[in-house]
């Protein structure tokens, strides 16, 4: 009489237990083309509302020390947008056109905004204009790093 050690079913489901999980190491949540949209549009709404409500402290942290944007007039590092957020007088804002990509810890948005906005006494057009944002996951979460406005900004 032999004794089976082996119990095969139990074998199997512990081997697809542990295949499926070796993807979702290290993150907390897998970006997916299905959720991409969602999780971007969340995060857009996150950083757009921070800057109509000039939370600057919010800012600080959803911005990421290394971020650069392109407007009309040249590339900015962090510091250079704050001090033209610190300026603008968003009151209102209208996403629409939300397109998001993903790439391992990127997402990749384009999108179209109208916003209600003033900078420096100047009101700008309420049409809606098209930006490009990159947003990264790391550490400390989701950051914007990258931004694409080439509208003119006063």
């Known amino acids: 009489m032999s004794i089976n050690f082996f119990n095969r079913p139990l074998i199997l489901l512990s081997v697809l237990l542990s295949l499926m999980s070796i993807p979702m190491l290290g993150h907390t949540q897998v970006i997916t083309a299905a959720n991409a949209q969602v999780e971007a549009e969340k995060l857009e709404r996150l950083w757009w509302d921070q800057v109509k ?5 919010g800012l600080d942290k959803t911005v990421s ?3 650069q944007q392109v407007l009309n007039i040249g590339a900015q590092n962090k510091a250079a947008w704050m001090e033209i957020i610190k300026k603008a007088k968003i009151r209102e804002y209208t996403l ?3 397109k998001a990509t993903y790439s391992e810890n990127a997402l990749i948005v384009s999108y179209a ?4 906005e003033i900078i420096d006494g100047k009101e700008l057009s309420t049409k809606p204009q098209y930006r490009l944002d990159v947003w990264q996951k790391s550490a400390a979460g989701w950051q914007v790093i ?3 406005n080439l509208n ?3």
Do not use: C, E, G
Not at 53 to 57: F, S
Not at 113 to 116: D, G, L, R
């Open 53 to 57: 409500n000039a939370d600057m402290q």
């Open 65 to 67: 020390p290394n971020y």
């Open 96 to 98: 629409s056109n939300l």
């Open 113 to 116: 905004i109208a916003t209600k």
């Open 146 to 148: 990258a931004h694409a």
């Open 152 to 154: 003119p900004v006063p």
